[in-house]
T-cell receptor, first 114, second 111 residues
Framework: DQQVKQNSPSLSVQEGRISILNCDYTNSMFDYFLWYKKYPAEGPTFLISISSIKDKNEDGRFTVFLNKSAKHLSLHIVPSQPGDSAVYFCAASPPSGNTGKLIFGQGTTLQVKP | KAGVTQTPRYLIKTRGQQVTLSCSPI?????VSWYQQTPGQGLQFLFE???????NKGNFPGRFSGRQFSNSRSEMNVSTLELGDSALYLCASSLSNTEAFFGQGTRLTVV
C-alpha cells in the first residue's frame, strides 16, 4: 500500500517557465512533508518542507502548497532553470512527528530545457 | 559543518557474503536512518536509530540489521547477501523533528 504517491513519472518544462510537481498521500495523520531533489548515484538533497498546520511555505524559487482536505501537496519552481533537472521526491513524516522515518513517493523526473 | 558521510561509496560483494556499511551523521544529530533505493521500489525505509536504540523499523528481513554508537555513528549490516540486495543504501541524520539530511550513499552490487 503506497501511502505517498507521485503519479507523474516525468515532467518536461521550458527554462524560465513554472514547474509544478504533485504528490498525493493517503494518511491524514501525516504531520510534516518534505521535498527532496536527487541526482543519479547521489543522496537526496533537502529542498523545502511544510508542516501540516500550514498551507504554504516559500523559499526563494521554491514554494510548497499543502491541501489537507484533498491530501495533496505540490512543489512550484519559478522560474525553472536547467540545473533544476533531477528527480524530485516528496516525503511524509508519520504522526509521531519523527522525521527519522520518512515515507517517500516514487519520484518525478524533471527536465528543464534551455 | 560537515555533512553526512557514508563509507564506502562503492562495494562489490558475492552472494552469500555479508557486508557492513558505515554512516557518520552531522555533528549534533542523534537520529540516524537508513534507506534502500532500487529502481523498482524507490526509496524504502530500513530502520532508525536514536541514542543507540532502534526507534523505528521498516519491512525488511532480519538479514538487515544496524546499530548506533555513543558518538551517533551508525553501521548497517546485511548478511547472506542476495542478488536483490544490490541497491543504493542511503543514510540520513536529523534532529528530532526537523529535516533529514542524506549522505552520498553506498552503491552495493551483489554478484
Amino acid at each position: 500500500d503506497q501511502q505517498v504517491k507521485q503519479n507523474s513519472p516525468s515532467l518536461s518544462v521550458q527554462e524560465g517557465r513554472i514547474s509544478i510537481l504533485n504528490c498525493d498521500y493517503t494518511n491524514s495523520m501525516f504531520d510534516y512533508f518534505l521535498w527532496y531533489k536527487k541526482y543519479p548515484a547521489e543522496g537526496p538533497t533537502f529542498l523545502i518542507s511544510i508542516s501540516s498546520i500550514k498551507d504554504k511555505n516559500e523559499d526563494g524559487r521554491f514554494t510548497v502548497f499543502l491541501n489537507k482536505s484533498a491530501k495533496h501537496l505540490s512543489l512550484h519552481i519559478v522560474p525553472s532553470q536547467p540545473g533544476d533537472s533531477a528527480v524530485y521526491f516528496c516525503a511524509a513524516s508519520p504522526p509521531s512527528g519523527n522525521t527519522g522515518k520518512l515515507i517517500f513517493g516514487q519520484g518525478t523526473t524533471l527536465q528543464v530545457k534551455p | 559543518k560537515a555533512g553526512v558521510t557514508q563509507t564506502p561509496r562503492y562495494l562489490i560483494k558475492t552472494r552469500g557474503q555479508q557486508v557492513t556499511l558505515s554512516c557518520s551523521p552531522i555533528s549534533g544529530h542523534r537520529s540516524v536512518s537508513w534507506y534502500q533505493q532500487t529502481p523498482g521500489q524507490g526509496l524504502q525505509f530500513l530502520f532508525e536509530y536514536f541514542s543507540e536504540t532502534q526507534r523505528n523499523k521498516g519491512n525488511f528481513p532480519g538479514r538487515f540489521s544496524g546499530r548506533q554508537f555513543s558518538n551517533s555513528r551508525s553501521e548497517m549490516n546485511v548478511s547472506t547477501l542476495e542478488l536483490g540486495d544490490s541497491a543504493l543504501y542511503l543514510c540520513a541524520s536529523s534532529l528530532s523533528n526537523t529535516e533529514a539530511f542524506f549522505g552520498q550513499g553506498t552503491r552495493l552490487t551483489v554478484v
